[in-house]
């Protein structure tokens, strides 16, 4: 595996197999990795014939300055990792390496409906920061395919739209969430969660499955009610929503309509820590 520090490294390195039209995959992440991170790679070594993961704390899509000062970073580990699951290059650039011209003034993405909700409306400006930083490592990489996972489900609706409005080539695949033999959704954030804490987290799962099990009794302003009460009483101490929503716009939805793709998603903090999850539920 290669480990590239500079923009112009990896653009040059990354030349010849597009010149002999060889195929890459990009996975972004921040790192803490962890196996749902590692599924991701997994999945574009299958598909391509180069993988790229980027390992970049982006500061820019931090809305809140404790969650960025306590973002977990174990780089040694990370590359251990990496070295085990063959990615073929790992991209770890420097802050001024992305923003060359500093973060102030960066631009600002016209992304509509899908940034005003959820993630969007309780971390003003994070879709932002995640656009300004997918737009520079999409330019600098230009892989055939970007690799997110459903966990982020909202921030893969925002890159499609980034896609979209840019016009960049990449196609962007949606991957499976990988979770802990309870059912917690695998996150770097886990590895902030004490013991007592950890055990409780697995209730924003169990919320969810209560959801898909029940949103055919149940009428959908009662449920979404039974899940907030559900999770604090677990422990937690705010959830910031726990929604059934159209899975193509995010749009609310307050009952039941056919032929419409519903997800549930909900997004909790326990001492702290800020987690966030979802699944399809029909
Ligand atoms: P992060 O490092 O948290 O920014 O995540 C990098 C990528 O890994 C994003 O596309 C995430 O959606 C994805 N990811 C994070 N957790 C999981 C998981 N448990 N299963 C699958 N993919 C994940």
Known sequence: MLLIKKAVTIASKLLSSKKNAKSIGFVPTMGALHEGHISLINLSEQENDTTVCSIFINPTQFNDAIDFEKYPVTIEKDILLLLQNSADILFFPSVTEIYADGIQNLAHYNLGYIETILEGAHRPGHFQGVCQVVYRLLNIVQPDKIYVGQKDYQQYLIIKKL????????????????????????????????????????????????????????????????????????????????????????????????????????????????????????
């Open 163 to 282: 896609l979209q409005i840019t016009g960049l080539k990449s196609t962007i695949v949606l991957s499976t969430t990988l979770r802990e033999a309870d059912g917690l959704a695998m996150s770097s954030r886990n590895m902030r969660l004490n013991n007592n804490d950890r055990k409780k987290a697995v209730s924003i799962f169990d919320t969810l499955l209560f959801i898909k099990h029940n949103y055919q009794n149940i009428d959908f302003q009662i449920l979404k009610q039974q899940a907030v009460k559900k999770i604090m009483e677990a422990g937690f101490e705010k959830v910031d929503y726990a929604e059934i929503a159209n899975a193509e716009t995010l749009e609310p939805v307050n009952s039941l309509a056919k032929n419409l793709k519903l997800i549930a998603l909900i997004a909790a903090t326990i001492n702290g820590v800020r987690l966030i999850d979802n699944i399809l539920i029909n």
